[in-house]
């Protein structure tokens, strides 16, 4: 065999292109790239845009180990961990990674990355995105995510040789080591690849998440896809609230209008580029501008792009997918930049119910979204850093901020997780999901109105929105098996119901559709505003409400626009979780009590000695005080 023969075997076995690799090399690349490789060969020819790149392998990996005689060192480290109660796992991870970083990458390695490099730059140097995927990594079996180290914005070929040493070390993270004692995989049997592909400049443009299932009831005619502004780490971390958007997967496929709500987050960071600055890092967070916070990070078009390539992605591996994508902010083209199989609601049966309910009230001190269904009640513990681990005894709740991967140890000893920061798929909720406890995520004020020590009630069991209440709260946990209940075949059984946050979830009960879909409730939690108070927002006296009314509804210079759009979102939703039965609605019923506490009401109700028989129902739809309000309810 020629040496140019022997080289090219070689770098083959270092190195593959992602066009080159497919989902069966998993062995070879890790579950991530053989993913990102098999969507580029397969799915490019369906006009969904893949960045390129390749990835190190397993053999490369195996090959560095052995070079550097580090086999035998890193087993002796793992066998001297304490494997009880993780005492010296700091200590230990410490000393793997620095043995790892402190060794010489090979020159045939060193090689293969920079011509590979080369290949793929071009003419000129570009930014890339190296990602460790360990080759049991992102399997259906092993379900935690961000079990290792990811860089950004890496250009060059020697910061590339140099991120990949360093994802290299990652292996050994704290987090990765608990997290294969726990999976009883052995150390010595895991290999890292990692990939290397062409970054997506997101950091002007937006990123996020997209799933194809519900991701808290497992609902699977919906793609739910959530964004911010800036690089997707802070959505992946959880750093901030993102913007939340539903399709509906059977009008998709039609063709016809298929978002059925849109939820404005906060996204009050940005996550940028930080090349110009000292210091290791890449990357830095900036305030967002209050004009970027209050606009969506996708408008229609682009919602419906994603979700149709989610939906074909699903749809390729015939299974949920946990998709991530990016908006590069200079040519605005969208890109898939990873994805994985679900791996919590597609292994769990819908049909089978534990049901929690409060048995008394109690006062709300915080409130955010709710991660699952479940009640937990237990003493709060308030953290700041993962270090502060022995602080926590086990089943007290934790409170903070926000958590990232860093936090898994300690997050297995905990009851519950309540965090200022984050959404549905930061990674406190994800990892919530995993345990099984319940999480309330995005309060932004959990840790200055809970008080560390005091006993505290998590109700995930309300709904989307989940509430920290004082004290123990007492509560039922009730066992419910739906999948065998029969339905009586002389009756229509039918439901009762108003709030979109928990249709999905009910959709799984024996039904025959909704029968009474009580507008009241949407137009309350929805909506919150007085019809009327929007028909004559600029004739309003009441400062305060008006003051109100303009913060809710700021991304909608037109209000009736918000109230048509915020009312069909809930129409909408109500519809898609119980397609393709029947859900009658009805219009509102208010007294005019009840409309006189939403926003801005009490101006336009009068004070009856008896609502129950005053004016309501028929007999305001057409009275000249509401017939606009009502104009706005039947809209199309």
């Known amino acids: 065999m020629s040496v140019f023969n022997l080289h090219y075997v070689i770098m083959e076995k270092l190195i593959k292109k992602f066009s080159e690799i497919s989902i069966e090399d998993t062995a070879q690349v890790g579950g991530k790239n053989s993913s990102l490789g098999e969507m580029f060969s397969q799915l490019s020819s369906k006009s969904i845009r893949i960045p390129d790149g390749f990835a190190t392998t397993a053999f490369a990996f195996r090959n560095f180990l052995e070079q550097n005689k580090l086999n035998v060192v890193l087993q002796q480290l793992m066998e001297q961990l304490d494997k009880k109660n993780f005492s010296n796992l700091k200590e230990t991870g410490d000393e793997a990674r620095e043995t790892i970083l402190q060794a010489k990458m090979p020159d045939d390695l060193q090689k293969a990355i920079t011509e590979a490099y080369k290949e793929l730059r071009g003419d000129h140097d570009i930014e890339v995105v190296v990602r460790s995927s360990a080759t049991a990594e992102d399997l259906p079996q092993a379900s935690f995510a961000g079990q290792h180290e990811t860089y950004l914005n890496i250009k060059g070929e020697a910061s590339l040789v140099k991120a990949v040493q360093k994802c290299y070390s990652s292996l050994y993270t704290d987090r990765a080591i608990k997290y294969r004692e726990d999976n009883h995989f052995e150390h010595q049997k895991v290999a890292l690849a990692v990939g290397v592909q062409k970054m997506v400049r997101s950091d002007k443009g937006c990123a996020g998440v997209a799933f194809t299932l519900e991701p808290e009831s497992g609902f ?14 802070n959505i992946v ?74 939906n074909a992605i699903e749809e390729h591996y015939k299974k949920p997918m946990d998709i991530e994508w990016a908006k590069d902010g200079i040519t605005n083209e969208l890109f898939i930049v990873q994805a994985r199989p679900e791996t919590i609601h597609s292994q769990k049966d819908s049909y089978k119910v534990t049901e929690y309910r409060l048995s008394e009230k109690g006062e709300s001190i915080a409130k955010g979204d709710a991660i699952g269904s479940k009640l937990a009640v237990g003493v709060a513990k308030i953290l700041n850093l993962p270090q502060d681990a022995d602080k926590l005894k086990e089943s007290e709740i934790v409170i903070t901020d926000i958590t990232s991967p860093d936090w898994d140890p300690i997050l297995k000893k905990s009851g519950g997780i309540v965090t200022n920061k984050g959404g549905r798929t930061s990674h406190a909720a994800i990892v919530a999901r995993e345990l099984g406890v319940p999480a309330i995520v995005g309060c932004s004020d959990a840790t200055e109105k809970i008080k560390d020590g005091e006993e505290i009630t998590v109700s995930c069991a309300e709904g989307r929105t989940g509430n920290v209440y004082k004290g123990k709260l007492k509560f039922e946990e009730i066992e419910h098996g739906l999948r065998n209940i029969k339905l009586p075949e002389s009756a229509e059984v039918m439901m009762i119901l108003g709030e ?55 991304q909608y210079p037109d209000k009736e626009k918000y109230f048509t759009e915020k009312l069909a979102e809930g129409v909408a939703t109500i519809a898609a979780a119980f397609h393709p039965k029947d859900v009658l609605v009805r219009m509102s019923d208010f007294k005019t009590n009840e409309y006189a506490n939403l926003l801005g009401g009490r101006e336009f109700e009068p004070n009856e000695e008896n609502p129950m028989l005053g004016f309501r129902g028929a007999s305001r739809y057409y009275n000249d005080k509401y017939k606009e309000g009502f104009g706005w309810n039947v809209k199309q």
């Open 220 to 233: 699977r005619n919906v793609i739910h896809i959530s964004g911010v502004w800036g690089l997707g780490e």
């Open 237 to 310: 971390q959880g750093a901030v609230n993102p913007d939340e958007f539903y399709v509906f997967k059977p009008t998709l496929l039609q063709n016809k209008k298929a978002i059925i709500q849109k939820k404005l987050g906060d996204k009050a960071e940005t996550m940028i580029y930080s090349s110009k600055l000292k210091g290791p890092s890449t990357t830095r967070n900036t305030k967002t501008p209050r004009n970027k916070r209050e606009e969506f990070v996708l408008n229609d078009k682009e919602i419906t792009k994603l979700a149709t390539w989610s």
């Open 500 to 554: 979109p946050d928990i249709a999905f979830k009910l959709s799984f009960y024996p039904n025959k559709g909704v029968g009474l879909m009580r507008i009241e409730f949407i137009i309350t939690h929805f909506i919150q505003v007085h019809p009327m108070a929007l028909v004559k927002f600029n004739e309003l006296k009441d400062k305060k409400a008006k003051q109100k009314i303009e913060a809710l509804t700021n």
